[in-house]
C-alpha cells in the first residue's frame, strides 16, 4: 500500500501543545482563578466572575451534563461576548431580566465584564509564550514525517500558540500570509504543487501574533499585540465567521476532510470539544465510511475513551475511531511514521 498525497491531515488541540509549557483550555481556566484570589488587580472581579462561572455551569446542568471541565477559557470568553452586547444582542427583547445577582454585581452596567475579559486576553497572550526552544522540538518531526511522506503536510490547528512555526521554521510553513506584505489572503494556498512549503498550517482560531488592521485585512505582527489588535476567536458560537480567514480556514478543513482522497485524520491532544469541528469530522465519515480517525490522546480507559468521543460526536459506531494512548510528544518522536499510518488504514484489496 502507498500512502499517496493529500491522504492525510492533522487537526491539533490544546494537547498537542501541552508539554511544550503551553497550557490547555480548562488549565487556563485556573490560571484565571489563581489571580482572582491571589492578584490584588483581580480581586474586584471574582465575584463577577463566580457568578458567570456558575451560570454556565447551570446552564449543562440543567440538559444533566455535569462534566468539570465544561468551563473552560473559550466557554468563559464566549459567554461574556454575548453578555458584553446586551441591548445589541438579537435576542434582547425575549430576554425577561439578567440574572439578579449579575445585574447587582455590575451595577446593571457590563462595563466591569468587558474589564475582566481584557485581563483574560491579555493573559492569554502570556500563557502562549515558551521558555525554551527545546520545549517545542518535538514538533520538528512534522518535517521529518514531511520528507518521509514526500508530499507536502496539512495541519489544521486549533491552537494560538506558535509551536509549530518556531520548531519547524517560517521558511518551511504557509501560513496564508504574503512574504513581503505580510497580509493574509486566501490565494497563498493555491497552486500546491508549485510550492516550496513543506507544511501548510491553517490556525482554525487565529494566532497570537495575527493582528486586525484598520483596513480590514488580518497581518502577520512580530512583537506585542495592543489591546482591540488580537485576531483570535472564542467558543462555538464564533468559530464560523463570515470574514476571511476564519471563513476560509473552517471551509478548507471541511473540504480536505471531505476529500475522498483523504484516509485519516490524525486528532493529537484534541478532546473533540468543539461541536463545530465535531460536526465537520463526523460529516466526513459519514461520507466515507472507510475513513479513520486517529485519536491521539493519553487517555487511561480505550473503550470509555471511544464512547466519550462517540457520545461528543453523536455517533452510534466507534469503527471508524482508532486510538493511541500517547502523549504528543511521545507520538511525534517515537511513533508518526509512514509504516505506522499504513498499518492503521484498510489494506487495498487485490484487483482481481
Not at 481556566?29 to 472581579?45: G, M, P
Not at 520548531?167 to 508549485?194: L, Q, T, Y
Not at 458560537?237 to 473552517?250: A, G, N, R, S
Amino acid at each position: 500500500m502507498v500512502l499517496k498525497a493529500d491522504s492525510i491531515l492533522f487537526l491539533l488541540g490544546a494537547g498537542a501543545s501541552r508539554e511544550a509549557g503551553i497550557p490547555t483550555s480548562t488549565m487556563m481556566i485556573e490560571n484565571v482563578e489563581k489571580l482572582l484570589l491571589e492578584n490584588t488587580e483581580w480581586k474586584k472581579h471574582k465575584e463577577l466572575y463566580f457568578c458567570i462561572k456558575s451560570s454556565i455551569i447551570h446552564r449543562f446542568g440543567i440538559v444533566g451534563d455535569y462534566d468539570k471541565n465544561l468551563v473552560n477559557i473559550e466557554t468563559l470568553v464566549n459567554t461574556m461576548d454575548e453578555l458584553i452586547k446586551s441591548i445589541d444582542h438579537p435576542i434582547y427583547p425575549f430576554v425577561g431580566s439578567w440574572v439578579p445577582r449579575l445585574t447587582e454585581l455590575t451595577n446593571n452596567d457590563f462595563k466591569e465584564i468587558s474589564e475582566l475579559r481584557r485581563k483574560i486576553v491579555t493573559e492569554l497572550y502570556k500563557w502562549m509564550k515558551f521558555d525554551q526552544n527545546e520545549n517545542i522540538a518535538y514538533y520538528k518531526n512534522f518535517l521529518r514525517f514531511q520528507s518521509e511522506h514526500n508530499f507536502i503536510t496539512h495541519i489544521f490547528s486549533l491552537n494560538y500558540d506558535r509551536c509549530i512555526e518556531e520548531a519547524c521554521g517560517e521558511e518551511n510553513i504557509n501560513r496564508g500570509f504574503d512574504p513581503v506584505s505580510h497580509i493574509w489572503n486566501w490565494r497563498n494556498f493555491e497552486n500546491e504543487e508549485k510550492s516550496n512549503y513543506n507544511i501548510f498550517l491553517y490556525k482554525l482560531h487565529g494566532s497570537i501574533d495575527w493582528a486586525n488592521t484598520t483596513s480590514g485585512f488580518i497581518k502577520e505582527k512580530k512583537g506585542d499585540i495592543i489591546d482591540g489588535e488580537e485576531a483570535l476567536i472564542f467558543g462555538t458560537t464564533y468559530k464560523m465567521q463570515y470574514l476571511d480567514p476564519f471563513l476560509y480556514l473552517i471551509y478548507e478543513f471541511r473540504q480536505r476532510t471531505l476529500d475522498p482522497k483523504t484516509e485519516a485524520i490524525i486528532c493529537i491532544g484534541y478532546s473533540f470539544g468543539d461541536e463545530h469541528i465535531n460536526g465537520i469530522i463526523k460529516q466526513s465519515i459519514k461520507d466515507n465510511p472507510k475513513r479513520k480517525i486517529i485519536v491521539v490522546f493519553p487517555f487511561e480507559n480505550e473503550n470509555i475513551e471511544k464512547k466519550n468521543i462517540m457520545k461528543k460526536m453523536g455517533i452510534e459506531t466507534d469503527e471508524n475511531i482508532c486510538c493511541i494512548q500517547s502523549k504528543a510528544k511521545d507520538f511525534l518522536e517515537n511513533t508518526l511514521s509512514v509504516k505506522f499510518i499504513k498499518n492503521i488504514l484498510p489494506q487495498e484489496e487485490p484487483p482481481f
